[in-house]
């Protein structure tokens, strides 16, 4: 099984960056994508990111375009989420997802997903 641990959170003013770290373990043979989504108490996870892993493709949510960047690393073992003109809308607790299985269902959907990590926390300040 793989496990994915979230870095990287922490308390910004507005206008501020953050970078977010998504390190993974336990094997990768059939990684299809990897995300970020993010969500606030009494809501569900909204989407934020998203890498494909076969072409590098990038997708972003209307609210976060422009201001957010997916990337991974060489070894594509770890995805970060650069997050840099930072709203108090931005405030919620971020998750980590992969996708493991070629499933026909939406990259920016939940349930593409089958694991997730613990999620970490951003709290953005006026």
């Known amino acids: 099984q793989v496990q994915l641990v979230e870095s990287g959170g922490g308390l910004v003013q507005t206008g501020g960056s953050l970078r977010l770290s998504c390190a993974a373990s336990g094997g990768a043979f059939s990684r299809h994508a990897m995300a970020w989504f993010r969500q606030v108490p009494g809501e569900g996870r909204e989407f934020v990111a998203a890498l494909s892993w076969s072409d590098g493709d990038r997708y972003y949510a209307g609210s976060v375009k422009g201001r957010f960047t997916i990337s991974r690393d060489n070894a594509q073992n770890t995805v970060y989420l650069q997050m840099n003109s930072l709203k108090p809308e931005d405030t919620a607790v971020y998750y980590c997802?992969?996708?493991?299985?070629?499933?026909?269902?939406?990259?920016?959907?939940?349930?593409?997903?089958?694991?997730w990590g613990q999620g970490t926390q951003v709290t953005v300040s006026s």
């Open positions: 997802a992969d996708a493991t299985t070629p499933r026909l269902v939406d990259i920016t959907s939940v349930h593409r997903y089958d694991t």
